[in-house]
């Protein structure tokens, strides 16, 4: 004779207060990643379960170099490997930096435009 336990699961409320230009903001930002705020708070939850740790670094400082020093750098370190970005490449880097775009859309955005070229 088998016997199945079944455990009852309860969903429970967290509340965080944050500035409503922040909620805003990151709203806007998780849907256009497909999810929303609480998906984004569970999986953070579940993954910090699952390794025991705060699944994302933590400073103790603010980033050391400036967003121009870090688009700066990008493009130095491209130069080197004989790949030197154009107009277009530097304003992506900066509309990432600026929070306008996500380097998904930029992928994307590069992907369709290799796979029209390749098509004519």
């Not at 509340?15 to 953070?44: C, H, P, Y």
């Amino acid at each position: 004779m088998s016997t199945t336990t079944t455990t009852k699961t309860t969903n429970n409320l967290i509340q965080v207060r944050v500035s409503a230009d922040l909620k805003e903001r990151t709203a806007k930002l998780f849907e256009k990643l497909g999810t929303n705020t609480s998906d984004v708070i569970r999986l953070m939850l579940m993954r910090a379960d699952e390794t025991q740790s705060i699944p994302f670094p933590i400073r103790t400082e603010a980033y050391p170099i400036s967003a121009n020093q870090r688009i700066e750098e990008i493009k130095a370190t491209f130069a080197l490997e004989g790949m030197p970005l154009d107009e277009q490449d530097v304003k992506d880097l900066q509309d990432i930096e600026l929070g306008r775009t996500t380097t998904e859309a930029v992928r994307q955005r590069i992907l369709k435009e290799i796979k029209e070229r390749h098509s004519k």
